[in-house]
């Protein structure tokens, strides 16, 4: 046993070498940071800060903290109070202030809290449903100072001490690299020669998120009994799960259960005195070099003074339940929009997600209610005083609410919605429609009457109606009822919008395009919404070659009393090139039903540009002569080959299903692989009369010849003699021909049969003869003509007694020729 603890001695004594010989060596060369821009004071910045929530008394913010062991309540000054919209040097928003860049205090402690509990100790306020989805967004700003603050935390906390939840070490309110949160810490930054046992001095039944400037490692030893040492990662652990090791740098982002005693490690450089120092296991991922302090990454030039608005940055938590069990998740975003809600570049934005274990927070209870807040500190070696402030966009429990944005290219029927990777290619001359929705889906609050100020894309002009007017704002409530505002181009004004500059370290820029404000109505219950459309016609910049344009997704913001957020249009690209068909064979045809319509031409670009190889779409709809578009589209696909600069077409249709005598309207375009519209080409087409020539005959009778009729005379008809032609659209004409009657017994007898005409002039029927006609074309409904109608007695078809006949039945045949005439 003795050797053993010699053995650890001379191991700690080892250690303590290499710290004294590599102290020196390390202060030698340590880096000076030197800020050489301008920045602006607190004043400025308070002027400029995002719009945020008026916290009412959603929000608890300790004034003091006490000691735990003593029970003496004032025994730390909280630096955390709220600065509301209207007070001294802040008209802007309601602002908490966590840490005090003005205060001589070296160690500063602050926090502030969801009000959880009604004045009778009931969770039915701010509080954090651990059952349910929630978001939390913030803008903060870390102070101008390169060498700041140390840090933050974000934390879900069900700590018996509630809004007094605070690192401690043995009772005492403990800043520095404790971040408010952690357990470990000492007061005086000492070694403690009191060991952590049962609870941890960090906050109780907690999670946290910290957002740590510095990587605390200075270890305690015999010359220098410092306890700075809370971010040592260079241990070894056999089954370290997601416990980082070997990766904290400067600007670090990770997590852990601050009161769970297995976060810690303990350390002793002496186990004769009980020096103790701790260090905590940070979870990961984690996430280094990340932004949020001063105006840390923006580069201007020494000469230059930063521009208040991008000394704020924004941070959005989301929170995921379990679906089943107790395994959750907790997402962070950071740095991810500037203050007007126009999005960062990718490289700028730092995200992770961890799974969290929510039995840490509640145990067994089914009560899901915790507390929410952040916490902050500074005072540790590395630190310097600093401000640290937050404006609250969203709160979980106050007032819940979406909002989205889509574009749609009416001409083209094709929509992109915010977050989509789908491009959104249009062409000059395109109409588009900008939409922007809100929608309340929850909470304890109204929202208030919100104030929608809208950014509209450039390269689109924003002309109207006759009357000017450019789009509306639709409002309806949960049980349906509307209320409908116009927006007119005379509500048109300048809005500023930021430009990011071409690297993250480039400070932004702003311009002004056109936008304008609207007032929606207070929304209050789920159902409630908002839809704002807006319309307007693609105009890219000129050109002689083919060139795409990218236009920006601009944003909108919403600003009520319980309620901030925002919205980026989704962005689009302009395609300047033109898809053009031309003709080849005639715009106007004659053709029957049932014929092939052909329609024919040629297919280039306007730009010159060469097609692809990709089949283009046809697109054929047919109107009626009334202008009506008549039920179905036809579409066919059309191949032109890869490289040329000219194709073909050639669109068959078949001409059924429509009216004769009729002219109809084919109205046809072409789109290409990349959604390119060509020109519509309108074919005419006149579908002839339908013609229609039935001829219905019967077996005929004559008169008895009896005997003694005289030779010569014209034997009558007898009966029921019609003859009907059924005709549509042509002319025509009946011609008749027969041999004559024949005797049934004995053929050789026979009687001729003739057509006698109203003049009473006799064609015999032995050639072909006319019998009827019709000179005028009846193109409506079909018509009907007995030819028998126009016949007397006297003439007509009538039989010729011209032989001296046997007695006897007489039969015969009459061929009838019905023919149409030019």
Avoid at 55 to 80: G, H, I, M, R
Avoid at 549 to 574: H, K
Avoid at 761 to 767: F, V
């Amino acid at each position: 046993m003795f050797d053993k603890e010699v053995d650890l001695m001379k191991k700690r004594i080892g250690f303590l070498y290499l710290i004294i010989f590599l102290l020196p060596f390390i202060q030698l060369f340590k880096p000076t940071m030197v800020q050489a821009y301008s920045v602006p004071d607190r004043t400025s910045v308070y002027e400029h800060a995002p719009k945020g929530m008026k916290l009412n008394d959603f929000v608890t913010a300790p004034e003091y903290y006490t000691n735990t062991k003593t029970n003496d309540t004032t025994a730390f000054k909280s630096s955390s109070k709220i600065i509301r919209a209207g007070d001294s040097n802040n008209d802007s928003t309601d602002i908490i202030q966590l840490l005090d860049g003005s205060s001589t205090q070296k160690k500063q402690i602050g926090s502030f809290w969801g009000t959880v509990k009604d004045s009778n100790g009931n969770k039915t306020y701010n509080y954090f449903d651990l059952s349910k989805p929630q978001e939390i967004s913030v803008w903060f700003y870390g102070g101008s100072k390169v060498d700041g603050y140390d840090g933050f935390a974000f934390v879900l906390q069900n700590d018996d001490l509630g809004d007094q939840a605070i690192s401690r070490s043995n009772g005492v309110p403990t800043a520095g690299e404790t971040l408010g949160v952690w357990g470990g810490g000492t007061p005086d930054n000492k070694t403690t020669t009191t060991k952590l046992s049962g609870a941890s001095d960090g906050i109780q039944k907690s999670v946290a998120i910290e957002f740590d400037h510095y990587v605390n490692k200075t270890a305690g030893s015999f010359s220098n009994s410092v306890n700075d040492y809370l971010d040592y990662d260079k241990f070894s652990m056999s089954n370290p799960g997601n416990i980082v090791m070997n990766q904290l740098k400067t600007g670090h982002i990770a997590w852990n259960y601050p009161g769970d005693t297995a976060t810690y490690m303990e350390n002793s450089y002496s186990l004769i005195l009980n020096n103790y120092f701790y260090n905590i296991t940070h979870r990961g991922p984690v996430q280094n070099n990340s932004y949020f302090t001063g105006y840390d990454g923006l580069e201007v030039a020494n000469s230059e003074t930063q521009d208040p608005r991008n000394g704020w940055r924004h941070l959005k938590i989301t929170y995921t339940p379990p679906t089943t069990g107790t395994t959750a998740r907790l997402s962070y975003l950071i740095n991810d929009k500037f203050p007007d809600g126009t999005d960062k570049m990718q490289t700028a934005q730092d995200s992770k997600t961890f799974s969290i274990d929510i039995s840490k927070l509640i145990g067994t209870s089914d009560d899901k209610k915790v507390r929410w807040g952040f916490t902050a500190s500074t005072g540790s070696p590395e630190s310097s005083i600093d401000d640290l402030d937050m404006v609250i966009e969203k709160m979980p429990s106050i007032v819940d609410m979406k909002g989205t944005s889509q574009i749609t290219d009416v001409t083209k029927n094709s929509s992109k919605t915010l977050g989509s990777t789908k491009e959104l290619s249009t062409s000059d001359g395109d109409e588009i429609k900008l939409e922007q929705k809100l929608a309340y889906s929850g909470g304890i609050s109204e929202s208030g009457e919100i104030k929608a100020t809208v950014g509209l894309p450039e390269n689109v002009e924003y002309n109207g109606d006759a009357n000017g007017v450019i789009g509306k704002m639709t409002y309806q409530d949960e049980d349906g009822t509307t209320k409908t505002q116009e927006i007119n181009k005379s509500d048109l004004k300048d809005v500023t919008i930021t430009i990011p500059g071409k690297y993250e370290t480039d400070p932004p820029s702003y311009k002004t395009v056109k936008g304008f404000d609207v007032t929606i109505p207070s929304m209050n219950a789920i159902g409630d919404n908002s839809n704002i459309e807006v319309y307007g016609t693609v105009k890219g910049p000129e050109s002689s070659t083919p060139i795409t344009t990218s236009v920006s997704g601009v944003n909108t913001s919403y600003q009520a009393d319980n309620y901030t957020g925002d919205t980026m249009s989704p962005d689009f690209v302009i395609d300047n090139e033109v898809l053009h068909i031309e003709n080849t064979n005639s715009l106007s045809q004659e053709l029957n039903l049932g014929d092939e319509a052909h329609f024919q031409g040629n297919i280039s670009y306007l730009k010159g540009s060469t097609f692809d190889g990709e089949e283009l779409l046809s697109n054929l709809e047919v109107y009626d002569q009334d202008g009506n578009k008549l039920s179905g589209v036809q579409k066919g696909d059309i191949q032109v080959d890869k490289g040329v600069k000219t194709g073909t077409y050639d669109i068959p249709y078949t001409l059924n299903g429509l009216e004769a005598d009729k002219t109809y309207t084919f109205k046809l375009k072409l789109s290409d692989s990349k959604d390119r519209i060509s020109n519509t080409l309108e074919y005419k087409v006149k579908i002839k009369p339908k013609k229609n020539l039935q001829l219905e005959v019967d077996n005929y009778r004559f008169q008895t010849i009896n005997a003694g009729s005289k030779i010569g005379e014209y034997v009558k008809r007898s009966g029921n003699w019609d003859i009907d032609v059924n005709s549509t659209g042509t002319k025509w004409k009946l011609s008749a021909q027969s041999t004559g009657l024949f005797n049934k017994e004995d053929s050789s007898y026979s009687e001729p049969l003739y057509f006698i005409d109203k003049d009473l002039n006799a064609k015999s029927l032995n050639d072909d003869t006319l019998i009827a006609q019709q000179d005028t074309v009846n193109s409506g409904e079909s018509q009907n003509t007995d030819v028998t109608d126009a016949w007397s007695e006297e003439d007509g078809i009538l039989l010729k007694n011209e032989f001296p006949n046997l007695a006897g039945d007489y039969t015969g045949k009459i061929e009838w020729t019905l023919s149409e005439t030019i």
